[in-house]
């Protein structure tokens, strides 16, 4: 177990919802990172969170938005679903300080959008 | 642009045999190298990662393998067991930044 925990683990929304994601990061990372993985596709980078403010921004909407809290946990939010959004959400953690350490992944929210 | 290449898609091997899994990146800015293993409706598992002042890598029946200057590393999988099969997903990234991932590797271990 990574001490990395997503809820909810699978959500079914209809188009044009939105969506609120959770995660609870490793003790003691202060980064967070979600990631969006496609069916049979390698988990894509969405954004990176350190220290509440965002921190990188891969190639995706601004109806996709995220928080990370004073504890370090994080929300990730999409507007205005679609149905390509349907895909597992990743989160994970790190601590970026020092040497830093590697990326730990929740198990994910499945979240399709019909 | 897809910056990290992986191969092969799938791959079956008898039980006891050698998995091989290849990628390729192009982005020279890279120094960090992990391997994860994902089983289905589990979120990806660090498996074994490498940086590039080193050549290769052993970790229990992991290895990478790591050619800096053709830009390439690979993951052998030594005595393949049926507990390994899972999707295996090579990724790059700079220190422990952003990680780019491979589109990955189904791996089936047959019995």
């Known amino acids: 177990e990574t001490g990395v925990t997503q809820s909810p683990t699978h959500l079914i929304k209809t188009r044009g919802q939105q969506v609120t994601l959770r995660c609870s990061s490793q003790s003691g990372h202060n980064t967070v990172s979600w990631y969006q993985q496609a069916l049979g596709q390698g988990p894509q980078f969405i954004f990176q969170y350190y220290r509440e403010e965002e921190n990188g921004r891969g190639n995706f909407p601004p109806r996709f938005s995220g928080l990370q809290f004073p504890n370090y946990s994080s929300e990730l939010n999409v507007n205005a679903l679609e149905l390509d959004d349907s895909a597992l959400y990743l989160c994970?953690?790190?601590?970026?300080?020092?040497?830093?350490?590697?990326?730990?992944f929740g198990q994910g929210t499945r979240l399709t959008v019909v | 642009q897809q910056q990290v290449k992986q191969s092969p898609q799938s791959l079956i091997v008898q039980k006891g045999g050698i998995s091989i899994i290849n990628c390729a990146y192009e982005?020279?800015?890279?120094?960090?190298f992990p391997w994860y293993q994902q089983f289905p409706g589990k979120g990806p598992a660090l498996l074994i990662a490498?940086?590039?002042?080193?050549s290769e890598k052993k970790e229990g029946r992991f290895t990478i393998s790591f050619n800096k200057s053709a830009k390439q590393f690979s993951l052998h999988i030594m005595d393949s067991q049926p507990g390994d099969s899972a999707t295996y997903f090579c990724a790059a990234s700079k220190g422990y930044s952003t990680l780019t991932f491979g589109k990955g590797t189904m791996l089936l271990v047959s019995p």
């Open positions: 982005n020279t800015a890279f120094d960090y």
């Open positions: 994970a953690s790190s601590l970026v300080q020092g040497a830093g350490t590697e990326a730990f």
């Open positions: 490498i940086r590039p002042d080193v």
